[in-house]
């Protein structure tokens, strides 16, 4: 933890220049960070590359994923107007203004796709309406205590997906406004497996629990399109899910069934059909490491 804290306050460039000349080649070549796995997910999800054409992804996408790392350490320093230059979210006042308006909880799908961490930071409270983002606890106690303040630096709170449903109901009988964050695209552990969706061309177990509880509390359901601009630059646009972009869903979640039920899961269809446009679009910027198709 010293060590980042000592990163932290160096300016972004230079963590830039370390993350390519010192990180990069001991992810990629010394350690070999989840090489395999990287190597195994692009293979599946891009069939039609050639060899050479999936290796410039990999190199790519760890070159990225260094980044994102020395971002999220500058993230703990970073002032709301540098965030916000940085990660330029250009319809961000609409969004609250709309939330204000319906008096409804909006509720803001992204995915661990550009830099997920100033994604969260950046939803900041303001006014009458409170922002929240779900995470998993990690098990390093001092780490996880460190990205969670930083994530929260501009009032989003953390709330840990097993209690989220206590939070929204406790801040809905506050007569709060509320704007969510969830990144939903990593595999489901096997008890909460209720959907499969064709994603990237495969049969893919996904997760509906932000589905749930869209549709417990008469959510509007937003997905958050991400583009990197340049190094360090990324800016993100909220549009409305409206289901189904595509007939490419497999079928809801039944041992005992083979039949699709296209309509069980509508927003989560539509928002893994957005998702895999974006990584078509730039497939660099997701977290490849993530063991995604997990056999």
């Known amino acids: 933890m010293l060590l980042i804290r000592l990163l932290s306050l160096l300016p972004l460039g230079v963590l830039h220049v370390l993350s390519s000349v010192v990180l990069y080649p001991i992810a990629r070549h010394v350690v070999r960070y989840r090489r395999s796995v990287v190597e195994k997910n692009l293979a599946f999800a891009f069939p039609e590359k050639s060899d050479a054409e999936r290796l410039q992804i990999e190199k790519n996408f760890y070159h990225h994923l260094c980044d994102v790392l020395v971002e ?97 109901a406790q801040s809905l009988n506050d007569g709060s ?71 490419d869903s497999v079928a809801a979640y039944d041992k005992n069934s083979t039949h699709a039920d296209r309509s069980q899961w509508p927003l989560t269809d539509a928002y893994f059909d957005r998702l895999q446009q974006m990584l078509h679009e730039c497939p660099e910027l997701w977290l490849w490491s993530h063991d995604r198709w997990r056999r």
């Not at 008469?218 to 990324?234: A, E, K, L, N």
């Open 72 to 168: 999220t350490i500058h993230l703990s320093r970073m002032t709301l107007n540098e965030l916000q230059e940085h990660f330029f979210w250009d319809n961000y006042d609409e969004l609250k203004a709309a939330c204000l308006q319906s008096h409804r909880p909006a509720l803001c799908l992204f995915a661990h796709y550009g830099n997920w961490e100033w994604a969260m930071a950046r939803m900041e409270a303001s006014g009458n309406v409170k922002t929240m983002h779900f995470y998993s606890p990690l098990h390093n106690a001092p780490l996880h205590q460190w990205l969670t303040a930083s994530r929260s630096r501009f009032g989003s709170k953390a709330v840990t997906s097993s209690s989220a449903s206590a939070e929204i």
């Open 177 to 247: 406004h509320i704007l969510i964050f969830a990144a939903t695209d990593q595999l489901p552990k096997e008890q909460y497996v209720r959907h499969f969706h064709r994603f990237m061309g495969i049969k893919t177990k996904v997760l509906t629990g932000t589905e749930q509880l869209a549709r417990k509390y008469d959510m509007d359901v937003y997905f958050c399109r991400v583009q990197r601009v340049s190094r360090g630059f990324y800016t993100c646009h909220a549009e409305r899910l409206q289901p189904p972009l595509s007939d």
